[in-house]
């Protein structure tokens, strides 16, 4: 099992910059591919970002290409979501989410959520 807290949400304006973490507890993270979601008011989760166990295979949504950029660092426990040119649209609740099994856009596929982090772009 796998704990996740997520940090570094706040308020930017449009053109800025957040850097996201999303600490994990445990001895198993590196075994986990790991996810960035995000949920809008009124809107459904949706999937941002996604990186492998390995940090080898990475896929991101349309919408943050060439914008977020996804590491992780497997001695720490932690994935980062780098998030720059920020835009209104980004406005949402970040979540970071786990799965030992499958590498999926499909947030049914992760197993451990974290509690999320406001992220607010005003324009």
């Known amino acids: 099992q796998v704990q996740l807290v997520e940090s570094g949400g706040g308020l930017v304006q449009a053109g800025g910059s957040l850097r996201l973490s999303c600490a994990a507890s445990?001895?198993?993270?590196?075994?986990?591919?790991m996810g960035w979601f995000r949920q809008a008011p009124g809107k459904e989760r949706e999937f941002v970002v996604y990186?492998?166990?390995?940090?080898?295979?990475?896929t991101y949504v349309d919408s943050v290409k060439g914008r977020f950029t996804i590491s992780r660092d497997n001695a720490k426990n932690t994935v980062y979501l780098q998030m720059n040119s920020l835009q209104p649209a980004d406005t949402a609740v970040y979540y970071c989410?786990?799965?030992?099994?499958?590498?999926?856009?499909?947030?049914?596929?992760?197993?451990?959520w974290g509690q999320g982090t406001q992220v607010t772009v005003s324009s």
């Open positions: 989410a786990a799965s030992r099994v499958l590498l999926t856009a499909n947030p049914n596929t992760y197993a451990y």
């Open positions: 445990g001895r198993t993270f590196s075994s986990y591919h």
């Open positions: 990186i492998s166990s390995r940090g080898d295979r990475i």
